[in-house]
């Protein structure tokens, strides 16, 4: 079975600072990993995603996440938060490229001014 | 080029009533998948529809069922409703046969309030 862990449900940072926002997964097979990104009263919007390849992955605004098997980490990282930033983020695996995702609790991101 | 759309966006409803969400897909995507994301948690999956048939299903109760129609375009019911019900309901497409780094698109949601 799959499952997703993000360490923090809230995390605060001053504008400015470095985002980082943490994943784990358990998977039995090579997974598809992937982050979202939840603004009040939406739907979600895909940051980046990994399925093979380049373990760096760059996404939208400014974000990107590395693949660590090792570590079976898939951490978000944003050099420079914005305000705008200000979200829920959702970290997420797929055994498969077929739709069904497994979705971590979320962490809370707050951008400090 | 259209993206996921869902209605209605938000709904009230009776406990033991049924209620019934809708969901376009994207144009060109030909799978459809339902999740149930209650305050302040993750989104839950609920089942996926591929060629009309249910492809799979998440630890959902029968309560839950779905369709989908040639068009592609899907239906998620819910009968009997419990305010356990009360939750955001995703749906998000993607191509069965897509290249490699297929991309998931989710719709806005629909907002189900039971009471």
């Known amino acids: 079975a799959q499952s997703v862990t993000q360490l923090g449900s809230h995390v605060s940072v001053s504008e400015g600072a470095l985002v980082l926002l943490r994943c784990n997964y358990s998977?039995?097979?090579?997974?598809?990993l992937f982050w979202y990104v939840q603004y009040p009263n939406q739907g979600l919007q895909l940051l980046l995603k990994?399925?093979?390849?380049?373990?760096l992955v760059k996404g939208i605004n400014g974000f990107e996440a590395e693949f660590k098997k090792s570590e079976t980490s898939f951490h978000l990282t944003k050099p420079s938060a914005h305000m705008s930033d200000a979200a829920e983020y959702f970290c997420?695996?797929?055994?498969?490229?077929?739709?069904?995702?497994?979705f971590g609790q979320g962490t809370t991101l707050q951008v400090k001014p | 080029d259209a993206g996921v759309t869902q209605s209605p966006t938000h709904l009230i409803k009776t406990r033991g009533q049924q209620v019934t969400l809708r969901c376009s897909p994207k144009?060109?995507?030909?799978?459809v998948s339902w999740y149930q994301q209650a305050l302040g948690q993750g989104p839950q999956f609920i089942f996926q529809?591929?060629?009309?048939?249910?492809?799979q299903r998440g630890n959902f109760p029968d309560r839950f069922s779905g369709h989908q129609f040639p068009n592609y375009s899907s239906e998620l019911n819910v009968n009997a409703l419990l305010l356990g019900d009360s939750a955001l309901y995703l749906c998000?497409?993607?191509?069965?046969?897509?290249?490699?780094?297929?991309?998931?698109?989710f719709g806005e949601g629909s907002w189900l309030t039971v009471v």
């Open positions: 998000a497409s993607s191509l069965e046969r897509g290249p490699s780094g297929n991309t998931i698109y």
């Open positions: 998977s039995s097979v090579p997974p598809y």
């Open positions: 990994y399925t093979t390849g380049a373990t």
């Open positions: 997420a695996v797929s055994p498969s490229n077929t739709g069904k995702l497994i």
């Open positions: 144009s060109g995507h030909d799978t």
């Open positions: 529809y591929y060629e009309e048939e249910e492809r």
